[in-house]
């Protein structure tokens, strides 16, 4: 019995030791490297996507809401009583300047101003015969005075006349577009009663307001982007015009109205828009905000060099906009610093540009694999 025991005993022995050997045999660092370099050879190059350092024309930005009103408008009215004997305009339509948009009847007006015409006809006839008979002296100088005078009334009363006739004609005062037609042929009007409106919408004026704080800043020339609801993701640009001459003593703030072209016509008056007032213009070198290393109270960026190294740069920072950033000091204009991909990067470590053909000018993507590896780069 104490023989099997002392058998057994070392039977066990001998297993601990080869279990050992074997957990040794392939575990050892000699035994292991191949795997090791492979894990380590995928390290080695990080994948990631670069940006350039550019310069842009970049500036302070104060949003406000604005209203939009018409370069030009106008509501027509008729000035004098009477049938509408034409209505020349569809709903909007766009005429040009003089252009006829709607009549009054004005028949008596007319034959008026034709009785006028006979009158003055009648007395340029007058003047010429006593004209004829001055170098005769068969007439005095006071009667030819009295037959010019008698001609100026003439034309005067042609001139009232044409106006009264003029008066039943609604002509439009400048080019613009039509609005809805209020009245209806053969509809009796009174003076005041509403035509239509005329807008000139070529050009479309934003009135919106700054708090005083940057009254030291607003004057006319600064650039404008406004962008409406009624056309989402879409940008309007402009200038200011004009600075208004108060404060408002309630609001503390005062008046800035900008002009928008519009030769679409899409922008149209009453619109709301949120305006960005862009003062303080120069030209920057922006960063995307991603490629920032903060540490303490210092920012650093990777760049990457012509043989795909990394370096790591101190920057200093100015302004700020959603995405980007404006650096003062630490790149200069066409630097490569690393965007995405910067976790647990080392300075002097290898990396791969996934996005090296769009850095070049190109706009290929990243392909599929370099871009799960920039996710995993494990």
Known sequence: MPFDISKRTLVAGLAVVLV?????????????AAPQRGRG????????IGAVAHKEVFGDRIEAIGTLFANESVTLTAKTQGIIRSIDFEDGQTFKR????????????????NVELANLEQQKKELARMMGLVASQHVSQSTVDNAIALVKKAEANVAAARVKSGDRRIIAPFPGIVGT?????????????????????????????????????????????????AYPGEIFKGKVVAVDSRVDPITRAVGVRATIPNEDARLRPGMLMVVDLIKDKRESLMI????????????????????????????????????AVEVLEGLQDGDIVVGEGIQDLRDGAKVKLLNADALRGGAAPPPAAD????????
């Open 371 to 378: 871009a799960e590896a920039l996710r995993h780069p494990g």
């Open 98 to 113: 003089g252009d006829l948009i709607a009549a009054i009847d004005a028949g008596a007006e007319d034959a008026a101003v």
């Open 20 to 32: 050992a050997a074997g957990g040794w045999y392939f575990f050892a660092p000699g035994k292991s």
């Open 288 to 323: 995307p905000e991603i490629a920032l290393l903060p540490e303490n109270d210092q920012q650093y960026v990777f760049t990457v060099t012509s043989d795909n190294v990394v370096k790591r740069l101190k920057v200093v920072l100015g302004r700020r906009r959603p995405g």
């Open 41 to 48: 050879a995928a390290m080695a190059v990080r994948p990631v």
């Open 181 to 229: 037609r209020r009245i209806s042929l053969g509809a009796l009007v009174t003076p005041g009663t509403i035509i239509t409106t005329l807008d000139d919408i070529s050009e479309v004026k934003l009135d919106f307001s700054i708090p005083e704080t940057f009254m030291a800043t607003l004057k006319p020339g600064l650039d404008i982007e406004a962008n409406a609801s």
